[in-house]
């Protein structure tokens, strides 16, 4: 089952004060590998946005004025989400949020609780005691947030992603040597120059690269940061 990391942006934080969504982003992902597909809306909310919610994401009714209802949304967000695992920061909250907006234009609610994954729950357990938001777990795990100036729902998803892979312990698939044969020149490259620090740099072999990569496929389990 791929999975869908799931994010949105609201009016406010309550839905029994009928806050409304106003973003929301899904970022499809096959073992935690994004697939390239992509779903992501602003939304009019159809009522004011807070003050409080202002500060978190910096929109406005002004910039959502043209932006598509929920209702009109609705449909292809579904067909995006159906049968795909949720993996989603605070599940709670979104579900919430996304079960009121269905409500009112009387569609099927996500009830399949088996299917999502709250991440900050794992958090929790993971990390007891300890603040855990999206910002603090992405610090931890040395996730760079240099992009993060406010709340963004895209962004959030792929910082998400992210974070998840660490909390699960997966290792984020990342490109060593495709090609043993190619490691020489690579490392050639990279060596570093006028290092005074050392007066010769010695290079492993190729077949050391090749049992060097062969143990971390095979050995390394986790991330450590």
Excluded: W
């Excluded at 096959?30 to 978190?56: G, M």
């Excluded at 490691?183 to 049992?211: C, G, H, Q, R």
Aim: charged share 35%; hydrophobic share 35%.
């Amino acid at each position: 089952m791929n999975e869908v990391i799931l994010d949105t942006e609201t009016t406010g934080l309550s839905i029994k004060d009928d806050h409304r969504i106003i973003e929301i982003a899904c970022i499809e992902t096959k073992n935690l590998i994004p697939t390239n597909n992509v779903f992501y809306k602003l939304i009019n909310p159809e009522r004011e946005i807070s003050e409080d919610a202002k500060k978190i994401h910096g929109y406005t009714n002004e910039r959502l004025k043209e932006e598509p209802k929920f209702k009109d949304i609705a449909k292809d967000l579904i067909e995006f989400i159906e049968n795909k695992k949720l993996v989603i920061h605070n599940a709670p909250f979104d579900i919430s949020f996304l079960n009121h907006e269905f409500k009112k234009i009387n569609m099927k609610l996500i009830n399949d609780k088996k299917n999502i994954v709250d991440t900050l729950e794992i958090a929790r357990l993971k990390y007891p005691g300890s603040s855990n938001s999206l910002d603090n777990l992405c610090k931890k795990f040395n996730i760079d947030l240099s992009k993060r100036k406010k709340h963004n729902a895209l962004l959030d998803c792929e910082l998400l992603r992210k974070v998840y892979i660490n909390l699960i312990g997966e290792k984020e698939p990342t490109l060593i040597f495709q090609d043993p044969s190619n490691a020489d020149s690579f490392l050639k490259d990279k060596t570093p120059k006028n290092n005074k620090y050392s007066k010769m740099v010695v290079k492993p072999k190729s077949k050391e690269i090749t049992s060097h990569i062969n143990f971390l496929k095979t050995e390394l389990k986790k991330n450590y940061f």
